[in-house]
């Protein structure tokens, strides 16, 4: 939280209702039955609710022992059930009603705090919704009616808020900070009677769009009645007392607070082993691909029926952009049977503005998805590129499955190219191939296609529904150990505040996943080694203690020696692949402290670094569909020439001037970044950005920024966010551990 009014006595709160005032219904009151439809509610407790529910007159769960009773009777149907799939149900719930919150809701919360007053939102909704809502609205301080979790399952009982708004607005301040609330001075918007003991205890009541109830108690106490289009006209009448803001460091107040709390969360994340899991969400591509498997192969019906469910829950709230309308169109396809009009255009949109060098395999490979799942005909002849030395394993196999999915005629089972994917997947048979669940999908399809029922198939099928999350979807990917263990090590580390023993755990279980030739993978069971997991495991383990991981240390170097390019560019994985600028920095950054051994390595990839920006400061996104995540990475790299003298002087200060004016002029009036400047802030982006901004001397917005990471902090210390990784690139899939460790390096930036 950034408003610095809640560190002294006397804090000016504005609390605001939400259904209602700042939405026009409740989309709480959707949610039991989306929960009992997941089958995550005891039969007994939901028809306890239902009954409940339909015998209440208009207006009933206005009163507050009404209220409680429905969210007592709510909280007995879910007892056993999940915490972490009713969060997903929830999320899915906000996801398909976030558009129908009021257009005043972003300029009300300015026009608050402009006016000195710190911004609450209290209501007796589900605590998920009211949490969704309030990251929406940059709001730190907010409470909804909350599920009792021990264990990671719901006990049944709930922490309501009905008839006490008033105690829970004291009780946030209260964990926020040391000051007090000055509630002759404060500020409450509500539509209902539930809150009449709120308004009456302000200085300032504002009955929004009442119900009757509420409208004969305002016009009896005299309070003002406003709407959706007074309200703001109203609150920006002269005579509100404006707010002062000292300004305040990161080691004061909230931010010193969140940073505690995260490092906290992050090292929460981290096993007995040392590993942070680094689990994956459910995607609709994956899910779609498995559920046409198992039809075609009339296997695991169990199964099958949970992949619909999970197919049919997402088609109520499908992303935005083309990619949901990928999804959508899928889901159409396995669900109804329905294909996809222009199939080739919907590809087109997929991809574009897509800067990568393997466009057409990722169009042949979309081309594959629709068709397998009957979204669309397969084009003939479909183009399949072919593979080369220089391509990732699980590339090569998507490329050997594509090779016999194109042919319009099924291959015999001896063909070479029958014989080169069977021979790819036997070489690995109880094990998803490199933990890539989308490839090991179509090699399977691909297998069904010309030897139905086939060991490699059954044992494969087997591998994949291992995979499964709670919510019945399949994954992206398994799993993404290293990488996760690596950024939250590198995090813990820098934050100064981690456990020493932790943190050397965390640093022996990644020198034991150090493949033969020095690099590192992305999870356990990964041959493939690619430049970015390798470069963030060397960073941690050279922060954490460069003598005891010598030589693991040494042989990342040497294997990172390989990766260069005659451009002096990095690419991903192999030598000869594509340069890409995030992998180039990424590497600038590992080999760093080792300078004086690879000076003529650094001086080249610097110059391919220096070519590679954009004229608006910016870079190719790599394998993230946030901008600032090259951008962070290239300004490390680029401080780093400054410092070592691996650059031309005038140009490497010019490419950091460009970096440093494209930040300022994208910061949002939240204080935070998008994916792009035109999308919406997120926390991760923010996070990237401000490590580009630390050290840039722009202290007004780094402190914004900061405020908007407070802002958006979860209870439990972590972060809940929108994804900002791809593959294949540019499709979003969500690790959500992620958004955790980069907030924390961020903050760990900041003096």
Not at 466 to 491: K, M, Q, S
Not at 728 to 744: D, I, K, Q, S
Request: glycine share 8%; charged share 20%.
């Amino acid at each position: 939280m950034t408003d610095d009014s809640l560190h002294r006595p006397g804090v000016r709160l504005a609390v605001l209702d939400v259904d209602g005032t700042l939405l026009p219904q409740s989309p709480g009151a959707e949610l039991p039955g989306r929960l009992a439809a997941a089958r995550l509610v005891r039969d007994d407790g939901w028809q306890a609710l239902s009954d409940f529910l339909s015998t209440l007159p208009e207006g009933a769960l206005e009163q507050s022992a009404t209220a409680a009773t429905a969210y007592s009777l709510f909280g007995a149907m879910l007892k056993g059930a999940s915490a972490a799939a009713v969060e997903q149900v929830t999320a899915r719930l906000w996801a398909s009603r976030r558009d129908q919150v009021f257009a005043f809701a972003h300029p009300l919360v300015q026009t608050l705090r402009a006016r000195g007053f710190v911004p609450a939102l209290v209501s007796v909704g589900p605590h998920g919704l009211v949490a969704a809502l309030a990251r929406e609205l940059g709001i730190a301080l907010y409470r909804g009616t909350r599920l009792d979790v021990a264990t990671g399952r719901c006990t049944g009982r709930v922490q309501d808020v009905a008839g006490r708004k008033p105690e829970v607005a004291e009780e946030l301040v209260a964990e926020a900070g040391d000051g007090t609330v000055d509630w002759p001075g404060s500020l409450a918007i509500g539509n209902s009677l539930a809150d009449a003991r709120l308004l009456e205890r302000v200085g300032t009541p504002l009955a929004f769009e009442p119900t009757p109830a509420l409208r004969s108690r305002a016009q009896a106490r005299g309070w003002p009645v406003v709407d959706r289009t007074t309200l703001l006209p109203r609150l920006r009448r002269p005579g509100l007392r404006p707010a002062t803001r000292p300004e305040r460091n990161l080691d004061d107040g909230p931010a010193a607070g969140a940073r505690a709390r995260l490092v906290e969360h992050v090292s929460r994340q981290v096993g007995a082993d040392g590993a942070v899991a680094g689990r994956c969400r459910s995607r609709v591509i994956e899910s779609a691909l498995m559920l046409e498997l198992l039809r075609r192969e009339d296997a695991e019906p169990l199964a099958r029926r949970n992949l619909t469910g999970f197919l049919t829950r997402a088609a109520s709230a499908p992303a935005a952009g083309p990619t949901g309308e990928f999804d959508t169109a899928l889901v159409a396809a396995v669900l109804d049977g329905r294909p996809v009009r222009e199939p080739a255009a919907l590809i087109r949109r997929v991809l574009e503005g897509f800067e990568h060098g393997t466009s057409a395999r990722k169009t042949a490979a979309l081309h594959a998805i629709l068709a397998v799942t009957g979204a669309a005909p397969w084009p003939r002849p479909l183009t399949v590129p072919h593979d080369t030395a220089t391509e990732a394993g699980w590339t090569r196999l998507l490329l050997a499955a594509l090779a016999v999915l194109a042919e319009p005629h099924a291959p015999a089972p001896s063909s070479p190219a029958a014989t080169r994917l069977l021979g790819l997947l036997e070489s690995r048979p109880d094990a998803v191939w490199e933990q890539n669940v989308l490839a090991h999908l179509v090699a399977l399809l691909a297998v069904h296609r010309i030897r139905p029922g086939h060991p490699v198939v059954r044992r494969g099928i087997a591998a994949l529904l291992a995979c499964r999350n709670t919510d019945g979807g399949l994954p992206f990917i398994a799993a993404e150990e290293v990488f996760c263990t690596a950024t939250a090590g590198l995090a813990l580390a820098r934050s100064g505040a981690a456990d020493p023993a932790l943190l050397r755990t965390m640093g022996d279980q990644l020198a034991g996943l150090q493949a033969p030739a020095g690099g590192w993978g992305y999870a356990r069971g990964v041959t493939q080694t690619d430049a970015d997991d390798t470069a963030y495991a060397m960073q941690f383990l050279h922060t954490l203690d460069p003598a005891r991981y010598r030589e693991p240390l040494t042989r990342a170097r040497a294997h990172l020696a390989t990766l260069p390019g005659p451009d002096g560019g990095v690419p991903t994985f192999l030598p000869g692949g594509p340069s890409e600028a995030a992998m180039t920095a990424a590497t600038i950054t590992a080999l760093a402290p080792y300078h004086r051994h690879h000076r003529e390595l650094l001086t080249r990839a610097t110059a391919h670094l220096l070519s590679a920006q954009h004229p608006d400061g910016t870079y190719e996104r790599s394998w993230s569909l946030a901008e600032a995540n090259a951008v962070f990475r290239a300004h490390l790299a680029l401080r780093t020439a400054q410092r070592l003298n691996t650059g031309p002087a005038n140009r490497t200060a010019e490419a950091i001037r460009r970096t440093h004016e494209r930040l300022i002029r994208t910061q949002h009036p939240d204080g935070g970044w998008g994916h792009t400047p035109e999308r919406p802030s997120d926390a991760t982006s923010t996070a990237y950005s401000l490590i580009a901004l630390a050290d840039s001397g722009h202290t007004t917005a780094c402190a914004r920024a900061v405020a908007h990471l407070v802002e958006r902090q979860d209870p439990d210390g972590g972060f809940t966010d929108i994804t900002d990784q791809a593959a294949p690139r540019p499709l979003p899939y969500a690790v959500p551990v992620l958004t955790g460790n980069f907030v924390l390096l961020a903050l760990s930036c900041m003096p």
